[in-house]
């Protein structure tokens, strides 16, 4: 309900843009998820790019789904329709589930990659250990949130706003703010 109620308000008054994670396919009803967001005017990207202007900037804003959702050949094939779309200049995002797939994210054309599903490592010990765990990193997490350079792309690991299980320990949920500001601005 409460997801309901906020990307419906926002999917009215701003760009919205959506990627699975790998919970959607376990589950199920994927396509009638994608058919809600998409009647809130929040945009699906599946392997798919879209431009967005803001204060006369463009900017080019690419995703792909969950390897759970869509396999990994079709996470790579996904990656590489959207790696076809930038080069021009224009700022590119990445929208990933996976923030672990760094290989693919380095050199890769984006100048932006966010992600979450580390779910900031659920256990914290401020200034000494940014995560205990996360799936498919395992313990002591390279990637469990945070911002990190990957050879001039910047991965953002989002911490999420789960409060679910396992229960998070020194680890606020977190909506992320990231500012883009034009290249010379503070």
Do not use: M
């Not at 999917?11 to 994670?21: K, L, M, N, R, S």
């Not at 809130?40 to 879209?50: D, F, K, N, R, Y």
């Not at 463009?58 to 396999?71: H, M, N, Q, Y």
């Not at 789960?162 to 020194?170: A, H, M, N, Q």
């Amino acid at each position: 309900e409460n997801t309901d109620a906020l990307l419906s308000a926002l999917g009215a008054e701003y760009p919205c843009f959506y990627v699975t994670g790998n919970h959607e396919g376990r589950v199920g009803g994927l396509p009638a998820l994608r058919d809600k967001l998409a009647g809130w005017g929040v945009t699906v990207l599946a392997g798919a790019g879209a431009a967005l202007e803001v204060r006369g900037e463009t900017l080019l804003i690419c995703g792909v789904d969950d390897p759970e959702i869509c396999g990994e050949a079709g996470w790579l094939e996904q990656l590489s329709a959207c790696r076809a779309l930038t080069g021009d200049g224009t700022l590119a995002v990445l929208l990933s589930h996976r923030p672990e797939r760094t290989e693919y994210f380095r050199a890769s054309g984006f100048d932006l990659v966010l992600a979450g599903h580390a779910h900031g490592g659920q256990v914290r010990i401020p200034g000494l250990l940014n995560g205990l765990a996360a799936p498919h990193q395992g313990f002591f997490p390279d990637y469990a949130g945070g911002r990190y350079d990957l050879d001039g792309t910047t991965l953002i690991v989002g911490r999420g706003l789960s409060r679910g299980l396992p229960p998070r320990i020194f680890n606020p949920p977190e909506l992320a703010v990231i500012d883009l500001l034009p290249e010379g601005a503070d």
